[in-house]
């Protein structure tokens, strides 16, 4: 089910010796900004932006706990290690410019292994046009460790933080919410047929666009330049990571206020929807739930209204209320539930 043995040529890693692999692996690498005075190649890469401020995020993936190469594709893992870390940076409303990536590896990986994971990684460097400017490999006693650093930049003026959201604020979703969680079940189910039958092959024929949400999910760099083109800027911002419920509840306690949120509001798409319903799953609560989306959750001020309410990759979901209110969902039949942050407990009851 995976890329992962299907190289029949195979390379081993000790074959190269550490310089060679860093050599062998960065010898694609482009430099894209002007930002960029020294990259790879030196004891540390040299990073100027002028008046601008620097943004850093970084973030670690460990085999086992963050990803399953049973079903998940190399190439696949590095595109979407870099897009989670340029998510960090854009939810900031910066632009995310250079990222540094370390990698420990077991010797059950080949040469040609980690070349399909760095293709991956550089894709998305190339999407965005972003500076791969150093890192660090290291042997791992198994598994594979992936450690990104991502460095942005922005206008001190420009920056958005979770705190600064203010009562009466309309709360705002990109993109549709749901679609990776239901793409891990997916993949789930067909990990546990394959082990099971190994001779059975993956049904999953139709759900193209949850399986990339999962594997192949991008940082919302265009809607922060959307709102830059309609002279927007958020009151308070957040990545969606961790689940709707969770991202909303950082920002009210950050910024001291409550909110009202409405579920018919709240974009689904209907291949989610389905997808839901056939595991016996609301969808709701995989959007509110499920993680892993990395759309933006931000907030701005009524004043926007007109500006936001007619752009088709943007759904207003709701509003910011006095702390005293509370922090609640209204159903779609009219009734109000506390909202609480769930996350992965919140399905081992419905499944």
Same mark, same amino acid.
């Given at each position: 089910?995976?890329?992962?043995?299907?190289?029949?040529?195979?390379?081993?890693?000790?074959?190269?010796?550490?310089? @060679? $692999? &860093?050599?062998?692996? +960065?010898?694609?690498?482009?430099?894209?900004?002007? *930002?960029?005075?020294?990259?790879? =190649?030196?004891?540390?890469?040299?990073?100027?932006?002028?008046?601008?401020?620097?943004?850093?995020?970084?973030?670690?993936?460990?085999?086992?706990?963050?990803?399953?190469?049973?079903?998940?594709?190399?190439?696949?893992?590095?595109?979407?290690?870099?897009?989670?870390?340029?998510?960090?940076?854009?939810?900031?409303?910066?632009?995310?410019?250079?990222?540094?990536?370390?990698?420990?590896?077991?010797?059950?990986?080949?040469?040609?292994?980690?070349?399909?994971?760095?293709?991956?990684?550089?894709?998305?460097?190339?999407?965005?046009?972003?500076?791969?400017?150093?890192?660090?490999?290291?042997?791992?006693?198994? @598994? $594979? &460790?992936?450690?990104? +650093?991502?460095?942005?930049?922005?206008?001190?003026? *420009?920056?958005?933080?979770?705190? =600064?959201?203010?009562?009466?604020?309309?709360?705002?979703?990109?993109?549709?919410?749901?679609?990776?969680?239901?793409?891990?079940?997916?993949?789930?189910?067909?990990?546990?047929?394959?082990?099971?039958?190994?001779?059975?092959?993956?049904?999953?024929?139709?759900?193209?666009?949850?399986?990339?949400?999962?594997?192949?999910?991008?940082?919302?760099?265009?809607?922060?330049?959307?709102?830059?083109?309609?002279?927007?800027?958020?009151?308070?911002?957040?990545?969606?990571?961790?689940?709707?419920?969770?991202?909303?509840?950082?920002?009210?306690?950050?910024?001291?206020?409550?909110?009202?949120?409405?579920?018919?509001?709240?974009? &689904?798409?209907?291949? +989610?929807?389905?997808?839901?319903?056939?595991?016996?799953?609301?969808?709701?609560?995989?959007?509110?739930?499920?993680?892993?989306?990395?759309?933006?959750?931000?907030?701005?001020?009524?004043?926007?209204?007109?500006?936001?309410?007619?752009?088709?990759?943007?759904?207003?979901?709701?509003?910011?209320?006095?702390?005293?209110?509370?922090?609640?969902?209204?159903?779609?039949?009219?009734?109000?539930?506390?909202?609480?942050?769930?996350?992965?407990?919140?399905?081992?009851?419905?499944?």
């Amino acid at each position: 089910m995976s890329d992962l043995f299907e190289n029949t040529d195979r390379t081993e890693l000790s074959q190269m010796g550490e310089f @060679g $692999l &860093i050599d062998h692996l +960065t010898k694609n690498v482009k430099i894209y900004n002007d *930002s960029t005075i020294k990259g790879i =190649g030196d004891d540390a890469a040299v990073v100027s932006h002028g008046k601008k401020k620097t943004l850093v995020s970084t973030d670690l993936l460990i085999e086992g706990v963050h990803f399953d190469l049973m079903y998940v594709p190399l190439k696949h893992l590095g595109y979407k290690a870099i897009m989670v870390n340029l998510s960090d940076i854009c939810a900031m409303n910066g632009t995310p410019t250079q990222v540094t990536v370390s990698i420990a590896m077991s010797s059950r990986f080949s040469l040609e292994a980690i070349e399909d994971l760095y293709t991956g990684m550089l894709l998305a460097c190339d999407k965005w046009k972003i500076d791969m400017i150093g890192g660090d490999t290291s042997t791992s006693q198994k @598994g $594979l &460790i992936i450690s990104i +650093t991502v460095l942005g930049e922005a206008n001190e003026e *420009s920056i958005v933080y979770r705190n =600064g959201a203010n009562k009466g604020d309309l709360i705002c979703v990109s993109g549709d919410l749901g679609g990776a969680y239901m793409g891990l079940q997916m993949l789930e189910r067909e990990k546990a047929v394959f082990l099971q039958t190994p001779n059975v092959q993956p049904d999953l024929e139709g759900k193209d666009y949850i399986l990339e949400r999962q594997l192949k999910p991008d940082a919302r760099m265009d809607i922060v330049e959307l709102l830059k083109a309609l002279s927007i800027k958020p009151t308070a911002m957040i990545d969606i990571s961790d689940g709707l419920a969770s991202e909303t509840l950082h920002i009210c306690k950050q910024s001291n206020v409550g909110c009202k949120l409405y579920e018919e509001k709240i974009p &689904i798409d209907q291949l +989610t929807y389905n997808t839901a319903r056939e595991f016996n799953l609301d969808p709701t609560v995989c959007a509110l739930n499920g993680g892993e989306d990395y759309e933006l959750l931000f907030t701005v001020s009524q004043a926007d209204y007109d500006k936001i309410k007619s752009q088709p990759d943007i759904s207003i979901i709701g509003h910011i209320t006095d702390e005293s209110e509370g922090t609640y969902l209204v159903s779609k039949s009219g009734n109000v539930h506390e909202i609480k942050a769930q996350g992965w407990n919140a399905f081992k009851s419905n499944s």
